[in-house]
């Protein structure tokens, strides 16, 4: 029962759209030019500094 309500309540949020169709673009400058996600970079950063200290 859930499920079938939760198909039919959100069926245009399961709608995957292109890029395009959105008018989206790619940010490919500053931190972005070098690393796609600068947070997860960081925290690897930061796992291997914490090992290095420790």
């Known amino acids: 029962m859930f499920?079938?309500?939760?198909?039919l309540?959100?069926?245009a949020a399961t709608?995957?759209?292109?890029?395009?169709?959105r008018q989206?673009?790619?940010i490919d400058t500053?931190?972005?030019s070098i690393?796609?996600?600068p947070?997860?970079?960081g925290a690897v950063l930061?796992?291997?500094?914490?090992?290095l200290w420790l």
């Open 9 to 11: 309540t959100l069926t």
């Open 30 to 32: 500053g931190v972005y």
């Open 46 to 51: 930061v796992m291997v500094g914490m090992s």
């Open 15 to 21: 709608a995957v759209k292109h890029q395009a169709d």
């Open 39 to 41: 947070m997860y970079a």
């Open 3 to 7: 499920r079938e309500f939760t198909l």
């Open 35 to 37: 690393v796609r996600h």
């Open 24 to 26: 989206q673009t790619v």
